[in-house]
């Protein structure tokens, strides 16, 4: 710019104009060039605020692309501790049974579940001091994104003792939880699912309202479109305990590979055979004799105690290896059919085992014919809290001071370290317990 200044001043000059002239040239090159020059701040402005709306996009793409990466993480693994959910929808189901559809408080996604896996609700019921935790499979399909569902039964009274009080966590659930009202939930759980990549065929057996991880089941494979063979045998009294009768009958029709096969022990007057029901009497391993092609199925159980134990020794005695049967127990009574029970050998050892309940300054020998530590500090008098009684819900964690337990089954909740799941652990060895 400065050499064309010069030779237009020379130029100028040159041809002898005159000061006057080469001044306004001069004075037209500075003016072009604060043109320029503004034109450049200009350009690098307009380039500046481009930039700046550029970062900012990004940035919210960023922001964008980790929630959605959250939320994916979240549908994936649930949730840490309690999360707030609603109960939309109380549906009564059949005597004593009702329906909750859930959804959760804060509005984000629900994550996925595996079919026959359980909810954990923390309850705070009226006249309590301590919150009651019960836990209730989900038994709609995981494929259903906009609720949970689980479906609860009202435990009364045992009928040679009503002065009892009825089931606390079921009988709130029953007659004051109402729609609009907010519950504590631990995240989906459990060990008892279906493994949705396989093909091969299934047989679920369900008695009462153990009815309800089978349907999560069932619907699952409707869902998913997959026509793997669902032989669905369900045994209740009659149509008064006919859990989700209408969606089951529903399930069976639409999908010719779910073969529904429901069983009344006491049918009453009106129930109609051929359409409430196919089959008089319970459930037991010759019904499933009469109606499956052969035994090379696998086996889903739940329901009561005398349920679980009659067919699963049918099973083992038909030759059903234990590998192709699994069950879940909704209770104490319910477990113990496959906690090995000690050898000769284990009982002697055991027998010499000494549990000592530091807080509650009490050292007793082991009783080998306890079912499992909670059962025997209860026994003692000492009170150790409990929940389902399964190694499900982790009420009965205690604190082991020194000394080593072993499990009766795998907890689907781990304890820390240091800690036992009483409910579902015996001693190894000299135990000394903080409780
Ligand atoms: C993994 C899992 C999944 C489950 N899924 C379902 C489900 O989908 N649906 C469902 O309905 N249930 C389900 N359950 C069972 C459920 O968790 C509860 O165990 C059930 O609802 C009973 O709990 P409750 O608090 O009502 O009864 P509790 O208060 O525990 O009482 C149980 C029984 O004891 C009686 N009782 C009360 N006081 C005494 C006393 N002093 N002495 C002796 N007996 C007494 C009561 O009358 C009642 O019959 C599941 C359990 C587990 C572990």
Not at 9 to 34: C, E, I, K, Y
Not at 298 to 317: Q, W
Not at 362 to 389: H, M, Y
Request: proline share 6%.
């Amino acid at each position: 710019m400065n050499a064309t200044l010069i030779d237009s001043l020379r130029n100028a000059s040159a041809g002898g104009l005159s000061f006057t002239a080469g001044v306004a040239l001069l004075a037209g090159l500075m003016a072009w060039l604060a043109v320029e020059i503004f034109r450049a701040l200009l350009r690098a402005n307009a380039e500046r605020v481009q930039n700046r709306v550029t970062l900012a996009k990004l940035r919210a793409q960023l922001h964008e692309m980790k929630l959605r990466c959250r939320e994916a993480e979240q549908a994936q693994t649930g949730w840490n501790g309690l999360r707030k959910f609603a109960v939309v929808k109380k549906i009564c189901e059949c005597e004593d049974v009702n329906a909750f559809y859930l959804k959760p408080h804060d509005g984000r996604p629900l994550p996925q579940f595996k079919p026959g896996q359980y909810l954990t609700f923390q309850l705070d019921l009226p006249g309590r001091d301590k919150p009651l935790i019960r836990c209730y499979s989900l038994s709609d399909s995981p494929h259903q994104k906009d609720y949970y569902r689980v479906t609860i039964k009202k435990e009364k009274a045992p009928p040679d003792k009503p002065e009892l009080p009825h089931g606390a966590g079921s009988s709130f659930f029953t007659d004051m939880v109402k729609e609009g009202d907010i519950l504590n939930v631990k995240a989906p759980t459990g060990h008892f699912f279906l493994d949705m990549a396989k093909t091969n065929p299934i047989v679920l057996l369900a008695g009462g309202v153990g009815i309800t991880p089978m349907l999560s089941m069932a619907n699952a494979i409707a869902a998913s479109g997959s026509k793997r063979e669902v032989f669905f045998f369900f045994g209740v009294r009659n149509v008064r305990e006919h859990i989700h009768k209408a969606e089951l009958e529903k399930l069976a029709a639409e999908n010719d590979n779910i073969h529904l096969q429901v069983a009344y022990s006491k049918p009453g007057e009106k129930d109609v055979k051929g359409k409430d029901f196919q089959h008089e009497g319970r459930v037991g391993i010759e019904l499933l004799k009469e109606i499956l092609p052969s035994n090379n199925f696998e086996y889903y159980l739940c329901g009561s105690g005398a349920f679980m134990k009659s067919l699963t020794d049918g099973l083992e005695a038909w030759g059903v290896p234990d590998s192709a049967v699994h069950f879940e127990a909704f209770g104490p009574a319910t477990v113990k059919k496959k906690t090995a029970a000690p050898t000769p050998e284990e009982t002697t050892h055991l027998a010499k085992i000494n549990v000592t309940f530091a807080r509650s300054n009490k050292t007793v020998r082991w009783e080998p014919s306890a079912e499992n530590l909670l059962e025997f500090a209860q026994a003692q008098g000492v009170k150790i809290d409990s929940g389902c009684c399964a190694g499900s819900c982790g009420s009965c964690v205690v604190a082991i001071k020194s000394g080593e337990v072993n499990y009766l089954k795998k907890p689907d909740t781990t304890p820390d370290a240091g800690t036992c799941l009483a409910c579902v652990c015996r001693p190894k060895n000299d135990l000394v317990l903080d409780a």
